[in-house]
């Protein structure tokens, strides 16, 4: 039900936005039968509510439709583009949230200190900075501020694309090739994500760290790190879950920006591209896309919390014993 809720408000809102795709096809100083003919080849010569029921009934035999811009079907440009998506979105989660925790807790063993202050401060600031404006910042720093200090060119990364134009590699240097490639773009989604995280996690870790259970078994003579292990991070496991549940949808979905900035060819760059040309189906498709995987992210995410949850597992085994 929510997921034709999103797919009808997206087919009419996109419909109803000015622009139309086939003028953009077709020769400026095409006549009025050119355009129409354009029209009608897209299927665009019908009213809304007749396009809106071909549009269901091709989705729902799992048709996606056809780019208007490429010509190809929507499930081949998503196929193109998604490996690039889930590279750059798989390693920036992983890297933000292994970074984010670290940094939350350490933070959290040392609120209220100067170095706490100062970590939330640069912390906040990295969270709240645009992902256009950083990325353009290293665009400068790997480009000309790489040539103002005379890096030599193999320490020099490159700033733009995937590979290196022009050359042929494979296997382990086609790999390198793409490592070199995905430094800056990974080095923006990652430090704005753990600065994120560091946030939430610092303030789950400070709230478990001032749990009745866990300052008696302080009391009781256990070392920090085996209340951490055993206590702690159990607790905080719970709000940090949701948090990356909520941050999952990234990992298909991209940076709009940064995949433009980088010229990073994934899905994010494939969205504005189609709606820069008002390629209606590829527009369609990846909104279908990013609410399933909001969706499926959500109930994952509530799953694992019903797992992990102590004060759950607690209700469940009390349930138990008193059957």
């Given at each position: 039900?929510?997921?034709?809720?999103?797919?009808?408000?997206?087919?009419?809102?996109?419909?109803?936005?000015?622009?139309?795709?086939?003028?953009?096809?077709?020769?400026?100083?095409?006549?009025?039968?050119?355009?129409?003919?354009?029209?009608?080849?897209?299927?665009?010569?019908?009213?809304?509510?007749?396009?809106?029921?071909?549009?269901?009934?091709?989705?729902?035999?799992?048709?996606?439709?056809?780019?208007?811009?490429?010509?190809?079907?929507?499930?081949?440009?998503?196929?193109?583009?998604?490996?690039?998506?889930?590279?750059?979105?798989?390693?920036?989660?992983?890297?933000?949230?292994?970074?984010?925790?670290?940094?939350?807790?350490?933070?959290?063993?040392?609120?209220?200190?100067?170095?706490?202050?100062?970590?939330?401060v640069a912390g906040t600031m990295l969270y709240a900075a645009?992902?256009?404006?950083?990325?353009?910042?290293?665009?400068?720093?790997?480009?000309?501020?790489?040539?103002?200090?005379?890096?030599?060119?193999?320490?020099?990364?490159?700033?733009?694309?995937?590979?290196?134009?022009?050359?042929?590699?494979?296997?382990?240097?086609?790999?390198?090739?793409?490592?070199?490639?995905?430094?800056?773009?990974?080095?923006?989604?990652?430090?704005?994500?753990?600065?994120?995280?560091?946030?939430?996690?610092?303030?789950?870790?400070?709230?478990?760290?001032?749990?009745?259970?866990?300052?008696?078994?302080?009391?009781?003579?256990?070392?920090?790190?085996?209340?951490?292990?055993?206590?702690?991070?159990?607790?905080?496991?719970?709000?940090?879950?949701?948090?990356?549940?909520?941050?999952?949808?990234?990992?298909?979905?991209?940076?709009?920006?940064?995949?433009?900035?980088?010229?990073?060819?994934?899905?994010?760059?494939?969205?504005?591209?189609?709606?820069?040309?008002?390629?209606?189906?590829?527009?369609l498709g990846l909104t279908l896309l990013y609410a399933s995987?909001?969706?499926?992210?959500?109930?994952?995410?509530?799953?694992?919390?019903?797992?992990?949850?102590?004060?759950?597992?607690?209700?469940?085994?009390?349930?138990?014993?008193?059957?």
């Amino acid at each position: 039900m929510l997921l034709w809720l999103v797919a009808t408000l997206t087919f009419l809102l996109i419909r109803l936005a000015p622009g139309d795709p086939a003028a953009l096809l077709v020769a400026p100083d095409a006549d009025a039968a050119t355009l129409a003919r354009q029209r009608a080849a897209f299927g665009l010569d019908g009213s809304l509510l007749a396009q809106y029921g071909r549009w269901i009934i091709a989705l729902l035999q799992g048709d996606l439709g056809t780019s208007l811009a490429r010509a190809i079907p929507v499930r081949t440009v998503i196929s193109e583009a998604l490996p690039y998506s889930l590279w750059l979105g798989s390693l920036s989660l992983m890297g933000s949230v292994l970074l984010g925790v670290m940094m939350g807790s350490w933070q959290a063993r040392r609120a209220g200190s100067t170095a706490d202050g100062v970590a939330t401060v640069a912390g906040t600031m990295l969270y709240a900075a645009p992902h256009f404006w950083l990325a353009l910042g290293l665009v400068v720093l790997a480009t000309t501020g790489a040539a103002t200090l005379g890096l030599p060119a193999n320490l020099r990364l490159p700033a733009f694309g995937v590979r290196t134009a022009a050359v042929e590699l494979d296997g382990v240097a086609a790999l390198g090739d793409l490592l070199r490639h995905s430094v800056l773009p990974l080095t923006v989604l990652t430090l704005t994500g753990a600065a994120g995280i560091a946030r939430y996690a610092r303030s789950a870790m400070r709230a478990a760290w001032r749990a009745p259970h866990v300052m008696s078994a302080r009391a009781r003579g256990l070392t920090d790190a085996r209340v951490r292990r055993g206590h702690v991070l159990r607790n905080a496991l719970t709000p940090l879950i949701v948090l990356v549940g909520l941050a999952l949808p990234g990992v298909v979905a991209g940076s709009v920006f940064v995949e433009q900035v980088f010229a990073w060819p994934g899905l994010g760059r494939t969205m504005l591209a189609a709606i820069a040309s008002r390629d209606y189906p590829v527009v369609l498709g990846l909104t279908l896309l990013y609410a399933s995987v909001v969706i499926v992210a959500n109930l994952v995410a509530d799953l694992l919390v019903q797992r992990v949850d102590p004060r759950r597992s607690a209700t469940a085994h009390d349930g138990g014993v008193r059957a």
